[in-house]
């Protein structure tokens, strides 16, 4: 059964890179035709898409954040770490990490809140 534990600090302040990082248990992150997402939640909000990074390595990103986004991934750890930039104060949000097969968010990690001040 595949499990995915976000990790990474809770705080970020303002114009700094916030780093999360999903590692996933019971699964390989290389598996055929499987995508790894990231998607994130601010508080009273709906839930808004970031990217994924595809069992091929390739990325995919939110073209209103493609910009200050980055998705890597480390397959000898079995982890992918998303990178936002230029975090703005007014920018606090849950960001959950997820699986992507055949259309469907499967599995999501527990989702921390990264809150943002200085």
């Known amino acids: 059964q595949v499990q995915l534990q976000e990790s990474g600090p809770g705080l970020v302040k303002p114009s700094q890179t916030l780093s999360l990082t999903c590692t996933v248990s019971?699964?390989?992150?290389?598996?055929?035709?499987?995508?790894w997402t990231w998607i994130r939640q601010p508080p009273g909000k709906g839930l808004e898409w970031m990217g994924d990074?595809?069992?091929?390595?390739?990325?995919y990103y939110s073209p209103s954040l493609k910009s200050r986004t980055s998705i890597s991934r480390d397959t000898s750890k079995n982890q992918f770490t998303l990178q936002l930039s230029s975090v703005p104060p007014e920018e606090p949000a849950v960001y959950f990490c997820?699986?992507?097969?055949?259309?469907?968010?499967?599995?999501w990690g527990q989702g921390p809140l990264v809150s943002v001040s200085s």
């Open positions: 997820a699986s992507l097969s055949a259309g469907c968010f499967a599995v």
């Open positions: 019971g699964g390989s992150i290389t598996t055929n035709s499987y995508y």
């Open positions: 990074i595809a069992y091929s390595g390739s990325t």
